[in-house]
Antibody, heavy 122, light 108 residues
Framework: QITLKESGPMLVKPTQTLTLTCTFSGFSLSTSGVAVGWVRQPPGKALEWLGHIYSNNDIYYSLSLKSRLSISKDTSKNQVLLTMTDLDPVDTATYYC??????????????WGQGLLVTVSS | DIQMTQSPSSLSASVGDRVTITCRASQSIGTSLNWYQQRPGKAPDLLIYEASILQSGVPSRFSGSGSGTDFTLAITSLQPEDFATYYCQQSYDYLTWTFGPGTKVEVK
């Protein structure tokens, strides 16, 4: 059974740095081709891809947010971290982590966490 | 970045209707296109990948087609649980994935 769950602060002040943790089970991030990614969704708005990290440590980021994002993994703990700097109220969103499976032709996310609403406000 | 657009942005339909949603890429993406369904308050669910391959466990009333820049998601015989928002997502550009703006399917 594959599960992912996001954790971290639900309220952050403007200009602060946000660190979210995705803790997963049922698969290994050391399996070739597997990735764990981050997607966010402001209230009432569309999904926005943030980035992901592969089992081989390749990391890809949204071009528009690349300067503010950092993704890392702790394979032994089955965790992936997302760090976003210099937060602004427009970063208020539900943040999801999700898995890219070890597939030759499925370049998307087949399992998702429940999401974590992060509010940026003073 | 490859930009994705969807049409319509919303539609009203009844149970039993056939519904089609279009997704367009700003450049050719082959068949590197996925579709997701998102119900209110829930995480997205993968419906279709590689433009036309049904994800395991997804009902056969869902189908996808297209290649290049134009793609379609079709739902035959709409069911009550299908009222949701649908997103396309390109993975052709392996450096940066992008989602479409979504199409909300509402009850008529």
């Amino acid at each position: 059974q594959i599960t992912l769950k996001e954790s971290g602060p639900m309220l952050v002040k403007p200009t602060q740095t946000l660190t979210l943790t995705c803790t997963f089970s049922g698969f290994s991030l050391s399996t070739s081709g597997v990735a764990v990614g981050w997607v966010r969704q402001p209230p009432g708005k569309a999904l926005e891809w943030l980035g992901h990290i592969y089992s081989n440590n390749d990391i890809y980021y949204s071009l528009s947010l690349k300067s503010r994002l950092s993704i890392s993994k702790d394979t032994s703990k089955n965790q992936v971290l997302l760090t976003m700097t210099d937060l602004d109220p427009v970063d208020t969103a539900t943040y999801y982590c999700a898995r890219r499976p070890p597939s030759n032709n499925l370049w998307g996310y087949d399992f998702w966490g429940q999401g974590l609403l992060v509010t940026v406000s003073s | 970045d490859i930009q994705m657009t969807q049409s319509p942005s919303s539609l009203s339909a009844s149970v039993g209707d056939r519904v089609t949603i279009t997704c367009r890429a700003s450049q050719s993406i082959g068949t590197s296109l996925n579709w997701y369904q998102q119900r209110p308050g829930k995480a997205p669910d993968l419906l279709i990948y590689e433009a036309s391959i049904l994800q395991s466990g997804v009902p056969s009333r869902f189908s996808g087609s297209g290649s290049g820049t134009d793609f379609t998601l079709a739902i035959t015989s709409l069911q009550p649980e299908d009222f949701a928002t649908y997103y396309c997502q390109q993975s052709y550009d392996y450096l940066t994935w992008t989602f479409g703006p979504g199409t909300k399917v509402e009850v008529k």
